[in-house]
């Protein structure tokens, strides 16, 4: 037996003696803060999640905060699952998340869904996720904060109906928390902060994200969001995505665009601004979707901000986007001659 699932068994078989003879387990994922991430069916028909943390110490510290976390969630209304609970797994003293399963997640539904599925999951992204989170708070800065990537939530039938739950509470974005370990540098603080608790950020990140999985649906998901922001009130949200140059892009002059990106900064806002000029790019050229990895590969940062070096390397990529579109219209214009 693969040395997790054992591992896993013999923490049931501790923590869950009645339900052990019925169980059956199997990996679905590795996470960034769990090393593995298990499903087990226990004897009464329900599916669990068994989430192995893989840097149990740090997280250890902030256990109560990721318990208020997710308590604060529910009562807002947003949509998680039912309970969570922790568990110290001897011999090693690794720490155990279980937690109700919620469905498949979302980047796997999204990355094979058609128009209609695509607008109906970003429906309801807003209305069980972010509209319940962002009317905590009349202002544009929330006191508790998520990480809004189509992977940190799943697709659940609730018995009535299709829901998205938001599953991910490690780190807990509560107390101006950003990572595990803490970030100490001010500007790398400052774009968490944008990106976790700050309603502007939420928001571009959702449609950065999502764009990112599929640059084909982009407009698609700018129409939903706007549309979901507008019914729940979320006027300045709006008025900064229609000011932000990479949702207002023109495609026009190709030196002027360049131009442009070279004028990005790569910090604060900017940096957002950049990736997501990224994926607006590759959802108008029809560029090939791994250069856009690439971009979000050189742009990623957890200590401090990316390095002036792998911010060039990003905007190279991003150009050489442009340079398929000439491809793609000089082999056009051939087939029309
Ligand atoms: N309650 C749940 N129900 C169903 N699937 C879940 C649940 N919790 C986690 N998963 C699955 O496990 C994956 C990783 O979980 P989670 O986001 O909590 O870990 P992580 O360490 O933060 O990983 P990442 O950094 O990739 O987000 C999710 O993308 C999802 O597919
Ligand atoms: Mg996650």
Do not use: A, F, K, Q
């Given at each position: 037996m693969n040395q997790v699932v054992e591992k896993a068994h013999l923490f049931i078989v501790r923590e869950f003696p009645n339900i052990v003879r019925d169980v059956s387990i199997e990996i679905v994922k590795k996470g960034h803060y769990t090393s593995n991430v298990l499903v087990m069916r226990i004897c009464n028909g329900e599916d669990k999640v068994m989430k192995i943390i893989a840097n149990s110490h740090e997280v250890s510290q902030v256990l109560d905060e990721i318990l208020d976390y997710h308590a604060y969630l529910r009562n807002a209304g947003v949509?998680?699952?039912n309970s969570i609970g922790f568990y110290k797994f001897e011999p090693g003293g690794d720490l155990v998340e279980v937690a109700q399963f919620c469905g498949e997640s979302l980047d796997d539904i999204l990355s094979k869904a058609d128009d209609d599925s695509c607008r109906q999951i970003v429906y309801m992204i807003c209305r069980d996720v972010m509209n319940p989170l962002f009317q905590?708070?009349?202002?544009?800065?929330?006191d508790i904060g998520l990480d809004p990537i189509p992977r940190n939530m799943t697709l659940f039938f609730n018995g009535s109906n299709f829901i998205v739950v938001y599953i991910d509470f490690i780190p807990p974005k509560i107390n101006g928390i950003l990572e595990i370990p803490e970030p100490e540098d001010s500007q790398t603080r400052e774009m968490g902060f944008l990106r976790h608790y700050d309603k502007r950020g939420l928001t571009l990140n959702l449609l950065m994200q999502l764009s990112r999985l599929r640059p084909d649906k982009r407009d698609l998901f700018k129409e939903v969001i706007f549309q979901e922001m507008k019914h729940s009130g979320e006027y300045e949200v709006i008025r900064f995505l229609e000011e932000t140059p990479s949702i207002n892009f023109k495609f026009d002059d190709k030196g002027r665009i360049q131009h442009q990106i070279e004028k990005l900064t790569g910090f604060g806002l900017d940096y957002y601004i950049l990736r997501d000029v990224a994926c607006e790019i590759c959802a108008k050229t029809g560029s090939d979707c791994s250069k856009l990895e690439k971009v979000f590969m050189h742009t990623h940062f957890s200590?401090?901000?990316?390095s002036h070096d792998n911010i060039k390397k990003a905007k190279f990529e991003i150009i050489s986007m442009l340079e398929t579109t000439t491809l793609n219209n000089q082999r056009q214009m051939s087939l029309v001659m």
């Open positions: 949509s998680v699952p905590t708070s009349s202002g544009l800065i929330l200590s401090c901000p990316p």
